[in-house]
């Protein structure tokens, strides 16, 4: 019987490229990075806000700022609001957040499998989207493996129950992946997440499987 191999993998949540910082060497380089989605932009202020969960942030960007897109460069006219924006960001005169570095997420499919991400706060705070990534601390690589038998693709969505250091507890399927085998497997990556400590209580993941020949 013709072996197959099957992906396990979340829909990333880390955004950056080769070309982006990431976030902890953001912070220890003096920039910060922060997540969220577009809710202004002000071409004549040169502003962007976006929103994390009750949270509004506020950037000034310059000509200098990198921006791009999922799909590659993107003009600030283009930027639409509730669309997702990691934004990386230095301190100005005056304690102003300078973006130095901005992606937008604007491919339709992408967007829609971002928001099935969702986390819960430990203040009872609802956070979904990009903006979960904002409590992430490791996201474990997707799940290579082989099985014997075609089982096709599936979608399945998960919830984790986050102990305070982070660490995830209990995972239970919200949605199956059509298989025991495949949920169990699946449960077993999930666990792997790490959050911020005393940040979230519980975090709902989706996961795909599909084969990769």
């Not at 950037?59 to 921006?67: Q, R």
């Not at 283009?78 to 924006?85: E, F, L, N, T």
């Not at 957040?97 to 819960?120: C, P, Q, T, W, Y």
Request: glycine share 10%.
């Amino acid at each position: 019987m013709r072996r197959l191999r099957i992906l396990l993998a979340t829909l990333c949540l880390t955004l950056f490229t080769p070309g982006f910082v990431s976030s902890e060497a953001a912070s220890s380089g003096q920039l910060y990075t922060f997540y969220g989605q577009v809710k202004t932009v002000d071409l004549a202020a040169k502003t962007l806000m976006i929103q994390s969960g009750d949270k509004s942030f506020v950037f000034h960007y310059t000509d200098e700022t990198k921006i791009s897109s999922y799909n590659g460069y993107i003009r600030w006219d283009k930027v639409r609001p509730g669309q997702g924006a990691t934004v990386v960001m230095r301190l100005g005169e005056g304690n102003v957040g300078i973006a130095v570095k901005v992606r937008f997420e604007v491919d339709g499919g992408r967007a829609a499998n971002l928001a099935l991400f969702s986390a819960r706060t430990i203040r009872g705070e609802n956070v979904s989207g990009i903006a979960v990534s904002n409590y992430v601390d490791y996201e474990p690589p997707g799940d290579l493996f082989h099985r014997a038998i075609d089982l096709g693709s599936a979608a399945g969505l998960f919830l984790i129950s986050v102990q305070p250091d982070g660490t995830a507890g209990k995972v239970t399927p919200l949605k199956s992946l059509g298989y025991a085998e495949l949920d169990k497997r699946a449960a077993t990556w999930i666990r792997k997440w790490k959050f911020h400590a005393n940040s979230v209580s519980e975090v709902r993941i989706p996961v795909a499987i599909s084969r990769v020949w």
